[in-house]
């Protein structure tokens, strides 16, 4: 195992040092062992098989309170519960990027609950005695990243037909439709924090949220996709053909979808700012230490100066990021979040993950072409960062809207 970058960060506290070691354990013993197995089977479907691996990460997960901590139910101030949450995400992040993501996204269907915060809402899909797997589903067959693009004209536009519409009907929310293939946890979720149109005539901006059980009559769902990179991530598409639910559990109604989705992009932009500091990470520790074994022209090839170069500007570049992305989190925690910050975070830190994976493969050589090395699999989980959670490309182009 790679000696860890040295952490700079002062003043924290011992019991976040505490929870970065306990966690920094688990994600060496669990969740990077776990990520590099799952990645290597050749049928995404076995990735969410009963004996996967993957139960276990999730079992562990739990276990150790993590989830709460990640969520801030940890009874700590807003500072220290940022601090935790980036803590904890850069180091799963640094175990797998599509475990950290799963694991993330799990709690999405209870973070609206408490929201909204109406008990039997709390107790339904937030309740620790039912621990309950979530997903995200926003995207859609015939729409990705432009259903995040709150300020963009094409937003408001009526002629842009949503694929998931909820229609009221007495006290109960009729949804027909289906989500794209790109849902997270998309064929495990329990529950989906469901993104969809209950007014078309408003486009987009007529969407509404609802807290959805999967194991409703008319819930049907796809085969897991078979992905590039991040493969521990479970994706697949959910189909909704006339599933009804009660009339509390539509949580945000159209009036205010805009600013839901501008929160959401902030919260989920921040969280992928920290996590993809934990994917240049591993690379940045992998090729420091391989050029240190790494024998070329008699000496180790850290010892040529082309090889020393790369190295110290990939670790500028993941200390450039990782400062970022805990000052975002930091801010997010305790002001408003200011969306274009989060997205800074999120681009930045995903351009920074792939480039400093590739450079990591190029110190490696030919060897880093090898699925026997493990540089290979963390550029393919960083690329795809590029595209998830927002297209970098759209992003800034919503960032823009807010200088």
């Given at each position: 195992?790679?000696?860890?970058?040295?952490d700079?960060?002062?003043?924290?506290?011992?019991?976040?040092r505490?929870?970065?070691?306990?966690?920094?354990?688990?994600?060496?013993?669990?969740?990077?062992?776990?990520?590099?197995?799952?990645?290597?089977?050749?049928d995404?479907?076995?990735?969410?098989?009963?004996?996967?691996?993957?139960?276990?990460?999730?079992?562990?997960?739990?276990?150790?309170?993590?989830?709460a901590?990640?969520?801030?139910?940890?009874?700590?101030?807003?500072?220290?519960s940022a601090?935790?949450?980036?803590?904890?995400?850069?180091?799963?992040?640094?175990?797998?990027?599509?475990?950290?993501?799963?694991?993330?996204?799990?709690?999405?269907?209870?973070?609206?609950?408490?929201?909204?915060?109406r008990?039997?809402?709390?107790?339904?899909?937030?309740?620790?005695?039912?621990?309950?797997?979530?997903?995200?589903?926003?995207t859609?067959?015939?729409?990705g990243?432009?259903?995040?693009?709150?300020?963009?004209?094409?937003?408001?536009?009526?002629?842009?037909?949503?694929n998931?519409?909820?229609?009221?009907?007495?006290?109960?929310?009729?949804?027909?439709?289906?989500?794209?293939?790109?849902?997270?946890?998309?064929?495990?979720?329990?529950?989906?924090?469901l993104?969809?149109?209950?007014?078309?005539?408003?486009?987009?901006?007529?969407?509404?949220?609802?807290?959805?059980?999967?194991?409703?009559?008319?819930?049907?769902?796809?085969?897991?996709?078979?992905?590039?990179?991040?493969?521990?991530?479970?994706?697949?598409?959910?189909f909704?053909?006339?599933?009804?639910?009660?009339?509390?559990y539509?949580?945000?109604?159209?009036?205010?979808?805009?600013?839901?989705?501008?929160?959401?992009?902030?919260?989920?932009?921040a969280?992928?700012?920290?996590?993809?500091?934990?994917?240049?990470?591993?690379?940045?520790?992998?090729?420091?230490?391989?050029?240190?074994?790494?024998?070329?022209?008699?000496?180790?090839?850290?010892?040529?100066?082309?090889?020393?170069?790369?190295?110290?500007?990939?670790?500028?570049?993941?200390?450039?990021?990782?400062?970022?992305?805990?000052?975002?989190?930091?801010?997010?925690?305790?002001?408003?979040?200011?969306?274009?910050?989060?997205?800074?975070?999120?681009?930045?830190?995903?351009?920074?993950?792939?480039?400093?994976?590739?450079?990591?493969?190029?110190?490696?050589?030919?060897?880093?072409?090898?699925r026997?090395?493990?540089?290979?699999?963390?550029?393919?989980?960083?690329?795809?960062?590029?595209?998830?959670?927002?297209?970098?490309?759209?992003l800034?182009?919503?960032?823009?809207?807010?200088?």
């Open positions: 195992m790679p000696t860890p970058m040295p700079i960060e002062i003043g924290l506290s011992d019991e976040e505490e929870i970065r070691d306990v966690t920094r354990k688990f994600v060496e013993e669990v969740v990077r062992p776990a990520g590099i197995e799952l990645d290597r089977l050749h995404p479907a076995d990735v969410i098989a009963k004996d996967s691996v993957l139960w276990r990460v999730f079992e562990k997960y739990r276990d150790l309170g993590l989830h901590l990640e969520s801030g139910e940890a009874g700590v101030d807003p500072m220290s601090r935790i949450r980036y803590l904890v995400n850069e180091e799963i992040g640094w175990g797998d990027s599509g475990i950290a993501i799963s694991l993330g996204v799990a709690g999405f269907p209870g973070m609206f609950a408490k929201l909204v915060g008990p039997e809402l709390v107790e339904r899909f937030a309740s620790p005695e039912r621990p309950e797997i979530g997903c995200w589903a926003i859609e067959p015939d729409h990243s432009d259903t995040l693009a709150f300020d963009q004209p094409h937003f408001g536009d009526p002629s842009i037909r949503a998931c519409i909820a229609t009221k009907d007495g006290d109960e929310w009729v949804i027909r439709g289906q989500k794209a293939a790109w849902v997270s946890n998309g064929t495990i979720a329990t529950v989906a924090a993104f969809c149109t209950i007014d078309p005539s408003q486009g987009f901006k007529g969407g509404g949220v609802a807290l959805v059980p999967l194991d409703l009559l008319g819930v049907s769902r796809g085969a897991p996709l078979d992905k590039l990179g991040q493969r521990a991530l479970n994706q697949g598409e959910i909704f053909d006339d599933v009804r639910i009660p009339s509390e539509m949580v945000v109604g159209s009036d205010a979808y805009s600013t839901i989705v501008e929160l959401v992009l902030a919260t989920a932009n969280f992928m700012g920290t996590t993809f500091v934990g994917v240049a990470r591993a690379a940045y520790e992998h090729a420091l230490e391989y050029s240190r074994q790494r024998v070329q022209g008699g000496v180790p090839i850290f010892q040529h100066q082309n090889v020393k170069s790369k190295l110290f500007r990939m670790f500028s570049q993941v200390e450039a990021a990782r400062s970022l992305s805990r000052r975002v989190m930091l801010y997010n925690s305790t002001q408003p979040p200011l969306v274009q910050y989060s997205i800074a975070s999120k681009t930045f830190c995903t351009q920074t993950a792939f480039e400093v994976a590739s450079q990591a493969l190029q110190i490696f050589g030919g060897n880093g072409l090898s026997e090395y493990p540089v290979e699999k963390l550029l393919r989980d960083a690329r795809a960062s590029m595209i998830e959670d927002g297209c970098n490309d759209l800034g182009l919503v960032g823009a809207e807010k200088l």
